[in-house]
């Protein structure tokens, strides 16, 4: 199970930008792929997962309305479109993957990617 990251970079409040997750060695249809961010000072924070079976989302009460995961099974990428960012969504952002079933603690994550670094300030 391989994993990595693309797509940070720095934008001012209000912008946007899409993660990538390129995955490798396994099939989405057999594992959940998580989004998880760190700040600086911070622990870990769950944002957001899509299942494996049905492509069923899932995003952290801060994220929701704002951030959007989705998946590319022939590529075998998968995406967090993040609009309206706040300088509270800096951080660095990995992917990471479980077996089948999306779960909201960042802990229950077997396999991890590098992150990429996402920095919102004006």
């Known amino acids: 199970v391989q994993l990595q990251a693309s797509g940070g970079g720095s934008v001012q409040p209000g912008g946007s930008l899409r993660l990538s997750c390129a995955a490798s060695?396994?099939?989405?249809?057999?594992?959940?792929i998580g989004w998880v961010r760190q700040a600086p000072g911070k622990v870990r924070e769950w944002v957001s997962c899509?299942?494996?079976?049905?492509?069923?989302?899932y995003y952290g009460d801060s994220v929701k309305g704002r951030f959007a995961i989705s998946r590319d099974k022939v590529k075998n990428m998968v995406y967090l479109q993040i609009d309206n960012l706040k300088p509270e969504d800096t951080g660095v952002y990995y992917c990471?993957?479980?077996?089948?079933?999306?779960?909201?603690?960042?802990?229950?994550?077997?396999?991890w990617g590098q992150g990429t670094q996402v920095t919102v300030s004006s």
């Open positions: 899509i299942s494996a079976r049905d492509g069923t989302t």
């Open positions: 990471a993957a479980r077996q089948r079933v999306c779960n909201s603690d960042w802990l229950q994550y077997s396999d």
């Open positions: 060695g396994f099939s989405l249809d057999l594992y959940a």
